[in-house]
C-alpha cells in the first residue's frame, strides 16, 4: 500500500475536511488516469490510503505532483492484537536491514492501543539491537517507521515529499497573466498550490514565435502539475499594440500603459469566465515596470484583486523554483519593455497612464483576436504550430540585415552591412529595399526581432530574426568559412 498525508486540509473544520479530502481524492484519480494507472483509495482522518494499484513507481511520481499531499510512504499493512506482535512482525521485516548499522524506531498511534508510542519504540528497539550496531535517534542509518491506527500497524522506511498546499479546485478560480519567462509560470504554479484552478492568458506580440515559448511554458503547469481540473487557455494576438503603443507617438509612458492593458484584458477574461483575481509573476524592483511606483499606477481602476506570490522573491529563488518544476525556459527572448520604449520609466504616475489610456481603443478588438484551447488539446495544438522557419542560423545571399538596438550598442558592434533603426521605421525601410529581398533582424535577445520578421512576414516578405550573440556566431562561422576556402 501507499498512505498519503496532507497538512492544512486537517486544520480545517469538519465540513471543510470533507470537501478537500474529496477533491484531493480525485485529483489523484485524475493524475493516476493521465498514466493509465487506478488503484483503490480509502481514508481515515488524517490520511489516505492507496492499495490494487500495477505500477508502484508511476503511483510515486504522480503523488509527488498533487497539489494538497504533504508525503506519502510505501507501506506494509499488518494486524495484530497485541503489541509483541508488532515486535515480532518487526523483527521479521527488518533484523537483515539494521545488521551491522545504527536503527532508530519511530512509532506513532491514532489512539484504541492500550500501550504508549514511547514503550513500543524501546519494544521494538530491544529485540533488533542485539543485530545491530547500536541506536542513533539523530542520524540513523536506517529509520523504521511504524504507524497504528486501532489494530492496524503500518511499517514503512522511507518517506517522499509533494508539493503540499490544498488541492486544486478547493479554492476558486483566478486567470493568470503568463508569458513564455522564468516568472510568471512560477507564480501560476504557487496559486495552484493553494488550491485555485487557474486559466491562463497570453498576450502575443510576436506570433507563433513568443507563442510556442508561452505554451513551452504553461505546459508543465498543465500536464505535470495540473491533474484535477481542465484549464482555459486564452491567447491574444497584441501584436497590432506595439503600433498603437510605439509607432503613433500618443503615449506618454507605453511600456508601463502595457500593463495596464494586461490587467484591463485579464480582468475582462476573469469576469467573464467567473474567476475571482488576476495572478501576475512580478517581484518588487525586479525590472522597471515592478517598482512601487509603477505597479500602483498600473493598477489604477482594476477591481479585482492581483495577487503576486513572488513579490518578495529574488530571481535566483524563482529560478530554482522554476527548474524544479519544470518550467524553466531554455531560451529568452529578453523583456516585453524593450519594445515600447528605449527610455526606462521607474516611477509612472497612475495620472500619466490614465491620460495613455484615453488614446487606447482596441480592448474590443483584442479581446476579439483570441484562440481559446482547453489544456487538453494542449498538445495537438502545439502540434500545428511551429518557429522552425523564422530563426536563421546561416545567413541568406543578398539579406538586408536590420540592427535593432539602441545606437550605442550598434557603435560597440555590428554585422557588416547591417542597418540601424527602430521599429516604427519598419515599414519604411522595406518599401525602399524592396519585397522581393529577403530581411533578417536581430536584436539583444531576440523579442523585437521575432515581432518584426512576424510583422514583415505580415507584409508578404520573406523575413528571419535571431539575437545579436547568434548574429555575432553566424559572422565568426562565414569568416572561418572563408579561411579555409581561401
Known amino acids: 500500500m501507499i498512505i498519503l498525508r496532507y497538512s492544512e486540509v486537517g486544520l480545517k473544520g469538519n465540513r471543510a475536511r470533507r470537501m478537500m479530502e474529496d477533491k484531493l481524492r480525485h485529483n489523484v484519480r485524475e493524475g493516476l488516469r493521465r498514466v493509465d494507472e487506478v488503484c483503490s483509495i480509502s481514508s481515515e482522518k488524517g490520511r489516505i490510503f492507496l492499495d490494487n494499484y500495477g505500477d508502484p513507481e508511476k503511483v510515486k511520481d504522480v503523488l509527488g505532483r498533487t497539489m494538497g499531499v504533504k508525503s506519502f510512504s510505501p507501506v506494509l499493512k499488518f494486524k495484530f492484537s497485541v503489541p509483541e506482535e508488532v515486535v515480532k512482525k518487526a523483527v521479521e521485516l527488518y533484523s537483515e ?7 532508530a524506531v519511530r512509532a506513532r498511534r491514532a489512539g484504541g ?3 504508549t508510542s514511547r514503550e513500543l519504540n524501546v519494544m521494538v528497539g530491544d529485540a533488533l539491537y542485539p543485530v545491530s550496531a547500536g541506536v542513533d ?16 500497524a503500518y511499517f514503512f522506511t522511507e518517506s517522499y515529499s509533494g508539493p503540499g498546499g490544498l488541492p486544486i479546485g478547493s479554492e476558486s ?3 493568470a497573466l503568463v508569458s513564455g519567462g522564468i516568472d510568471s509560470p512560477v507564480a501560476a504554479w504557487m496559486l495552484l498550490k493553494r488550491g485555485s484552478p487557474i486559466n491562463f492568458v497570453f498576450v502575443s506580440l510576436s506570433d507563433p514565435i513568443d507563442t510556442l515559448d508561452f505554451l513551452r511554458a504553461v505546459r508543465p503547469l498543465v500536464e505535470k502539475w495540473g491533474h484535477g481540473y481542465n484549464p482555459v487557455i486564452h491567447i491574444v494576438d497584441g501584436g497590432l499594440l506595439i503600433k498603437q503603443l510605439v509607432v503613433s507617438g500618443k503615449f506618454k509612458v507605453p511600456g508601463v500603459t502595457y500593463k495596464r492593458i494586461l490587467y484591463r484584458i485579464a480582468e475582462s477574461i476573469a ?15 525586479q525590472v522597471s515596470s515592478q517598482t512601487p511606483e509603477n505597479l500602483n499606477a498600473i493598477n489604477r481602476g482594476i477591481t479585482l484583486p492581483v495577487y503576486r506570490p513572488l513579490i518578495g522573491f529574488d530571481k535566483d529563488e524563482i529560478t530554482e523554483i522554476a527548474r524544479r518544476i519544470g518550467t524553466f525556459p531554455e531560451t529568452s527572448k529578453g523583456e516585453f519593455c524593450a519594445l515600447f520604449s528605449q527610455t526606462v520609466v521607474l516611477d509612472a504616475s497612475p495620472e500619466d497612464i490614465d491620460r495613455d489610456m484615453k488614446n487606447f481603443s482596441m480592448m474590443d478588438e483584442l479581446l476579439g483576436s483570441r484562440k481559446v484551447i482547453r489544456g487538453d488539446e494542449l498538445s495537438e495544438y502545439l502540434k500545428g504550430i511551429s518557429d522552425e522557419d523564422y530563426e536563421i542560423t546561416n545567413m541568406p545571399e543578398d539579406s ?8 550605442v550598442r550598434f557603435k560597440e558592434w555590428h554585422y557588416p552591412g547591417a542597418i540601424n533603426s527602430k ?3 519598419l515599414e519604411e525601410i522595406i ?3 524592396g519585397k522581393d529581398r529577403i530581411f533578417v533582424f536581430y536584436c539583444q535577445k531576440g523579442l523585437q526581432s521575432a515581432y518584426a520578421a512576424s510583422e514583415a512576414r505580415n507584409l508578404g516578405v520573406r523575413s528571419y530574426y535571431t539575437s545579436s550573440d547568434k548574429m555575432l556566431k553566424i559572422q565568426r562561422k562565414m569568416i572561418n568559412s572563408e579561411s579555409v576556402t581561401n
Open 271 to 285: 469576469k467573464e469566465s467567473g474567476a475571482l483575481g488576476i495572478v501576475t509573476g512580478e517581484s518588487l524592483g
Open 431 to 433: 518599401k525602399e529595399k
Open 137 to 152: 535517534l539523530e542520524h540513523p542509518e536506517i529509520e523504521i517507521n511504524i504507524e497504528l491506527r486501532n489494530n492496524m
Open 113 to 115: 492501543q492500550n500501550f
Open 97 to 103: 536491514q539494521v545488521h551491522g548499522k545504527k536503527f
Open 173 to 175: 478560480p483566478m486567470v
Open 400 to 407: 538586408v540585415v536590420i540592427d535593432l538596438r539602441s545606437p
Open 423 to 425: 521599429l516604427g521605421k
